[in-house]
């Protein structure tokens, strides 16, 4: 299985930048992409980007041209947030879409969530 820590988050005030980073661990065949979640108090949670393994990236409208995902290496990935606003406040988690070695499925692993807190 794979095991994902995050690290990164924290308080800052509006406009300013944080990033954020996951890394996995475990025994694994290969890590298919790599995403980044947020979950706000009493909402759902809800996609911020991906990445492949190939490094195609997608974006929520609401994080586009603010918010970059990115892989140094095949099991780690970065959310560089820039511009953060009140409403970027969540816990962010990470999420693995990997295959077990001789297992043609997916499977999906979730990070412990880490807290960003944007002040007006």
């Known amino acids: 299985q794979v095991q994902l820590v995050e690290s990164g988050g924290g308080l800052v005030q509006a406009g300013e930048s944080l990033r954020l980073s996951c890394e996995a661990s475990?025994?694994?065949?290969?890590?298919?992409?790599m995403a980044w979640y947020r979950q706000a108090p009493g909402k759902q949670r809800e996609l911020v980007a991906t990445?492949?393994?190939?490094?195609?990236t997608n974006y929520a409208d609401s994080v586009k041209g603010r918010f970059t995902i990115s892989r140094d290496n095949a099991k780690n990935t970065n959310l560089q947030m820039n511009n953060l606003k009140p409403e970027d406040t969540a816990v962010y988690y990470c999420?693995?879409?990997?295959?077990?070695?001789?297992?043609?499925?997916?499977?999906?692993?979730w990070g412990q969530g880490t807290q960003v807190t944007v002040s007006s």
């Open positions: 990445i492949t393994s190939s490094g195609r």
């Open positions: 475990g025994s694994f065949f290969s890590i298919n992409s």
């Open positions: 999420r693995a879409d990997y295959r077990r070695y001789s297992m043609p499925s997916i499977d999906i692993s």
